[in-house]
C-alpha cells in the first residue's frame, strides 16, 4: 500500500463529479493536472471536454432529480436553467439546444428562462 492511496480516494469524488478521468502519473499528457502527494507524483487528472462537462451535469442533476429533467414542471426546469447558467453551461458550444433538448423544450424556452433570470 502506498501513501498516496488515501488522496487518491479523497479527489475522486471530485474528479468523477467534473466527469474527469484519473490516470498514473507517467500516462499523464500535455493537458491533464498531475497532482503531487508529500513531495511526489501521485496522480494524473484528464479534464473532460466542455461538451462533456455539460453532459455530466446534466446527467448528474437528472440521478439528483430522480427522474429525466425533461419531466420537471416549468418552475424546476426554470431552476435547473439558473443552476447551469451559474456553471457556465451556455458558455458551451451547442449549450443552449444541449440543455433544451435534456429539457424537453424549445431552445426560444430555454432563451427565455434565461431573459426571465435576467429581468428579475
Excluded: C
Excluded at 480516494?9 to 474527469?20: F, Q, R, S, T
Excluded at 484519473?22 to 473532460?48: I, Q
Excluded at 458550444?93 to 424537453?104: K, P, W
Amino acid at each position: 500500500m502506498t501513501g498516496d492511496e488515501p488522496f487518491i480516494a479523497a479527489v475522486k469524488p471530485l474528479v468523477d463529479a467534473m466527469g474527469g478521468e484519473l490516470l498514473p502519473p507517467d500516462e499523464a499528457g500535455p493537458e491533464d493536472v498531475v497532482l503531487a502527494w508529500e513531495g511526489a507524483d501521485a496522480v494524473a487528472v484528464r479534464l473532460p471536454q466542455l461538451a462533456d462537462s455539460l453532459d455530466h451535469i446534466l446527467a448528474a442533476m437528472e440521478r439528483r432529480r430522480g427522474r429525466p429533467l425533461a419531466d420537471l414542471d416549468r418552475k424546476s426546469k426554470q431552476e435547473v436553467v439558473r443552476i447551469l447558467e451559474a456553471r457556465g453551461a451556455f458558455a458551451v458550444r451547442h449549450g443552449v439546444e444541449t440543455v433544451a433538448s435534456a429539457l424537453g423544450v424549445s431552445r426560444f424556452t430555454v432563451y427565455n428562462y434565461l431573459n426571465r433570470e435576467k429581468g428579475a
